[in-house]
């Protein structure tokens, strides 16, 4: 088993930033890949960023320029630094590591909101 445990969420104004965070832990193999998804109410997930071993990193049209994705091998953890946030970014962000298997988080809230 792989356990995910996200940090860095809560509340930010219109323009500011956040960094999240994701350590993994437990049974860990080899992580194929590292991502990080979103769901806003009355909405259903979707991706907002992911970084595979090689280091090839993919973004939602929505975020590019304004999030970035990185990982951290000997840490076995992820970040997602979010700048310029908007209030559409508001949700919950949940973690996501394919190593074996597909493993997620307990999901972090977002709040961008003056």
């Known amino acids: 088993q792989v356990q995910l445990v996200e940090s860095g969420g809560g509340l930010v104004q219109p323009g500011g930033s956040l960094r999240l965070s994701c350590a993994a832990s437990?049974?860990?193999?080899?992580?194929?890949?590292m991502g990080w998804y979103r769901q806003a109410p009355g909405k259903q997930r979707e991706l907002v960023a992911s970084i595979i071993s090689s280091g090839i990193k993919n973004y939602a049209s929505s975020v590019k320029g304004r999030f970035t994705i990185s990982r951290d091998n000997a840490k076995s953890t992820s970040y997602l630094q979010m700048n310029s946030l908007k209030p559409e970014d508001t949700a919950v962000y949940y973690c996501?590591?394919?190593?074996?298997?597909?493993?997620w988080g307990q999901g972090t809230q977002v709040t961008v909101s003056s």
């Open positions: 437990g049974s860990i193999s080899s992580i194929k890949a």
């Open positions: 996501s590591v394919i190593s074996g298997g597909v493993y």
